[in-house]
């Protein structure tokens, strides 16, 4: 059983570390400080959101409308970060 709440644990983690990858491309990208026609950056870009696409989407048909600003992210990191605090309280209390 703790196996098994490690390895969901390790997944939600990687998953957060790509939220976070494609805030940062995305703010480069906003910022110019790297031109959205850099080829590998962009590939990178695509590949992440493909993968966090299918998780985010939920999340935004229930999230209102707030124009420019995309709080998916967040609440997906906030939602995973509940999720290890709770398997990992699971895992002590089977101890």
């Known amino acids: ?3 098994l709440i490690n390895i969901v ?4 983690n990687a998953i957060i570390f790509l939220v976070i ?4 491309i ?5 910022f110019n400080v790297v031109s959205p026609s850099n080829q590998f950056l962009m590939q990178v870009y695509r590949s992440i959101n493909s993968l ?4 985010l989407r939920p999340i935004r048909k229930i999230l209102p409308d707030t124009g420019a600003i995309d709080f998916s992210p967040i ?5 995973l970060n509940a999720l290890i ?10 101890l």
């Open 52 to 55: 966090l696409d299918p998780v």
């Open 9 to 12: 644990a390790m997944i939600a």
């Open 21 to 24: 990858i494609q805030f940062v």
């Open 85 to 94: 605090f709770i398997l990992s309280d699971v895992a002590t209390a089977s």
């Open 26 to 30: 995305g703010l480069l990208f906003a």
């Open 1 to 3: 059983m703790l196996a």
């Open 75 to 79: 609440v997906l990191i906030l939602a």
